[in-house]
């Protein structure tokens, strides 16, 4: 093609029909791909407003000359307009949109995530025979198929039928199935396609970027001649959208998730029919936590066997020693083995129950959040105030316990900390001439476990003293091997440290059956209460 004509986008044009315009070229690099090369894409939808009228009003307008009227007369509210633009806006950032697309196994959790960078809804327009109309932009990396004609026959739906956004947010969440129509393709149009990275990489001193706000004007006025205008008129000649609400209408009883009281009511039975298992799960939590608890001096015996064993110094110290420390390990091995068949034992069926209880609190959560929309402006009743306030209760009661459980967690660590340190120095005072060098009265104890014990009892202070050993006694350890005083002393230190670390467990499996207990109660609680605020919401519908 010959460039270097001035008019040559004129001549093409010349050639074109009307509804076919070149706004003008550019020379780009020789790898660029129009369609690898996009990073995203806008998109633009021509919706009349009168889908947004609320649907007492459009079913008291029968089909025929009144509905014709009413269509072309419609001005949807401020309200209606913000509810609208709000319902769409939730639409905006990174969601999973597995329910605004057809249903292919394929999809992975990632194929199923789309990021929308800006919606943006017009003002109502009139344009032609008196109808008003909004648009909404879309601006997106990429769009799944029907993903857009979804996401707006969502709002609508929405909107119209005065339903919580709480089903938008619902529906963009995993492990949720809603049957979503599709709004008609009629008012569907890509705008442009966006190559900012393209734009980005270029050099500028040989390249111009690829910008269409150059050609914006003429754009905007071939989508208001040769668009918009078909757009109009098909929908004024076939009613496409009187079509798709009257559709929807006729079926409405397939999409429970737009009416709030059915939803309400759809919810409340998926908690009644799930809470037999919450009791049970709990119970089973309980006891492998618990278990993972009272194993713990198992496990530490055999970390302790094992290091004993791999110890060069002790092998040449005592062979009968080490003979005695690969026992030790063997036994603790074997009941290591033998504890692990019980934790499975205990542990199993509990995965079939984690998914039931996963789907119990998201009803629980779902109606919760549902019935606070509901009754948002209205009285509650003192029987609800009173459950209320049992359930505020309730939760702050759980919160202590799991303060107090933290505060334990991390005093069992500080402690561990300590005894490690400990451990290390009896070693270090076995290989090296440390303990020569300390004067009369004075004991060699590592700062870190001085540091860790000291902020023990900061984060506890009701932690259990230790009293400092007084005695020694010139005796071999379990492995044969024999200690000077000072390792005797840390020694007996640590056996005090271990002590703590079993009053700390006693501690935390009380925590444990306290929360279970609590866990169960707040749950019942906050049944209790959506019981009695869905008998009011059914009352005030």
């Not at 633009?44 to 009144?66: I, K, S, V």
């Not at 690829?210 to 914006?216: A, E, G, S």
């Not at 278990?291 to 040449?316: G, W």
Request: proline fraction near 4%; aromatic fraction near 8%; hydrophobic fraction near 40%.
């Amino acid at each position: 093609m010959i460039i270097e004509d001035p008019l040559v986008v004129e001549k093409i044009n010349a050639h074109l029909p009307g509804q076919i315009r070149v706004w003008g070229y550019l020379e780009t690099q020789g790898s660029f791909h129009a369609k690898m090369d996009c990073d995203s894409r806008r998109y633009e939808f021509l919706l009349p407003t009168y889908t947004l009228m609320p649907m007492a009003q459009w079913l008291g307008a029968p089909p025929g000359a009144t509905r014709h009227a009413a269509k072309s007369t419609f001005r949807a509210s401020r309200s209606s307009l913000d509810a609208f633009s709000q319902a769409m806006r939730l639409f905006l950032g990174t969601h999973r949109f597995h329910n605004y697309t057809i249903r292919v196994k394929e999809h992975t959790n990632m194929s199923l995530k789309r990021y929308i960078k800006a919606i943006d809804v017009s003002d109502p327009i009139i344009l032609q025979n008196g109808m008003e109309w909004v648009r909404i932009r879309l601006h997106g990396q990429s769009f799944m198929l029907h993903q857009i004609r979804k996401m707006i026959a969502m709002a609508i739906l929405v909107t119209r039928s005065e339903t919580s956004l709480c089903a938008i947010e619902q529906s963009l969440q995993a492990d949720t199935c809603f049957n979503i129509p599709k709004a008609p393709a009629l008012g569907l149009l890509l705008d442009r396609p966006v190559f900012d990275w393209y734009n980005q990489k270029i050099d500028s001193a040989r390249r111009q970027p690829l910008d269409f706000d150059k050609h914006k004007d003429q754009m905007e006025a071939f989508k208001e001649q040769w668009i918009d205008q078909q757009i109009i008129q098909t929908e004024m000649d076939e009613g496409t959208f009187e079509l798709f609400l009257d559709q929807f209408d006729a079926h409405r009883d397939h999409f429970t998730y737009l009416n709030i009281l059915d939803r309400i009511n759809e919810l409340a039975h998926g908690v009644a029919g799930l809470t037999h298992i919450e009791r049970p799960l709990l119970e089973q939590r309980l006891a492998v936590d618990k278990f993972k608890v009272e194993r713990a001096p198992t496990d530490t015996a055999l970390k302790e066997a094992t290091t004993k064993c791999s110890l060069e110094q002790e092998k040449k110290r005592s062979e009968q020693g080490l003979v005695k420390a690969k026992d030790l390990a063997k036994e603790a091995q074997e009941k290591v083995d033998a504890l692990d068949v019980q934790m499975r034992d205990l542990e199993d069926g509990m995965e079939k129950k984690e998914v039931d209880y996963r789907t119990l609190c998201k009803y629980r959560e779902d109606l919760s959040a549902l019935l606070d929309d509901a009754l948002a402006g209205h009285e509650l009743s003192n029987v609800a105030h009173d459950l209320q306030n049992k359930v505020d209760q309730s939760k702050e009661d759980l919160g202590q316990v799991d303060k107090d459980t933290n505060s334990l967690n991390d005093v069992r660590k500080l402690i561990k900390t300590a005894d490690m340190s400990l451990l290390e120095a009896i070693l270090e005072l076995r290989t090296s001439n440390k303990e020569n060098s300390l004067g009369p009265g004075q004991v060699y104890f590592p700062q870190e476990a001085f540091d860790a014990l000291k902020k023990a009892r900061e984060v506890y202070p009701r932690l259990p003293s230790i009293k400092p050993p007084t005695e020694f006694q010139d005796v071999a350890d379990d492995t044969g091997a024999f200690y000077s005083p000072m390792q005797r002393y840390l020694w007996d230190v640590r056996r005090q440290l271990a002590k703590l670390i079993d009053w700390c467990d006693n501690q935390v499996i009380e925590l444990m059956e306290s929360k279970s207990e609590r866990e169960i109660a707040l749950n019942e609680a906050t049944d209790n209460w959506n019981v009695e605020r869905r008998q009011l919401a059914l009352t005030l519908a």
